[in-house]
């Protein structure tokens, strides 16, 4: 007699086959086939053996959840504001930097236009006035 | 109608429109559930606890994005499966990083994590069988979860799923004989 694949009575035992024409097989098989029968039978135990497999209950779980969400809700919070005020702190620097930076250049261009200024006066009042001089020196020793 | 036997769909509907107790629902109605996979993984109850509670806490936060393909469960066990792995990964990097110094310390943690020979039978034979092959059993003899979900939770194919489950029958069957031997 042919018995039936351990894989397909694993799948049996669990429900997991389609074709009623494969569950029929298989019932008629076991009603006959006392090896095939003293399988199923030990898949059958072992799945009552493994409904015993069970972790003990925590009846406060939820209760330690609720603290450790508050927890984390409050660190994201605390690091939301961190980064808040840190890039305020950044904008702050930027612009403190920037309008230092601009007051500088302004600075920088109105001296450099108040000292050509200056410079270009200057020079033209000496070299007038040496010109002055030159040309009333000239006069005398021309007298 | 009770908020008991409101269906996950709608306790998750509820909590996103900001109802907290649909969410304490989905918790109580999955602590064990998901407890009982974690603990598969960690074999070390308090570590299963920790663990747990993290996943709840990344399920509180990410729900939104729960795109409702699959089923709420089949979700959750996989964030639970995955969430699991590197726990175990991060957890046996510490482990390595641990220095000559403190190799006793390291033995005494192993003593504690070892099964006490008055844990139950089933436990016993469970955590004697590889990883993927004691996860598909207990999902498919515990949490009643179809070939189909399992190789989704997995993500593996049914047909592997199909294997799995018949291997792990079969090692717990020399095992149980091993024990009656003992």
Known sequence: MKHIEKILLSKYVDGEIEKEETKKMIEDHLKVCNYCKDAYNSYININSLIKNYDVKSDENAYLAFVEKKVNFLNSKKSNFKFSLSFGIALVLIFLFSFSLTLFTTKRSISTTNKVSTTVVDKSFSNLFSEDYTSVVSTVNFGR | M??????????????????????RMLFERYYDNVNRIVYSYTKNYDDAKDVTQEIFLK?????????????????????????????????????NLFSLEEVGDLEEKFEEDKPSYDRNLAEKILFELPEKQRLAFILSQKEGKRYKEIAEILNVSEKAVEALVYRARENIKILLEKNKSM
Not at chain 2, 4 to 18: A, M, Q, V
């Open chain 2, 2 to 23: 009770e908020k008991n036997n409101l269906n996950d769909e709608i306790l998750i509907e509820n909590f996103l429109k900001g109802d907290e107790y649909s969410f």
């Open chain 2, 59 to 95: 399920v509180y936060e990410s729900l939104k994005s729960f795109k409702k393909k699959s089923k709420f469960s089949t979700w959750l066990y996989r964030v639970s499966v995955n969430m699991s792995i590197s726990f175990l990964r991060k957890k046996s990097k510490e482990k």
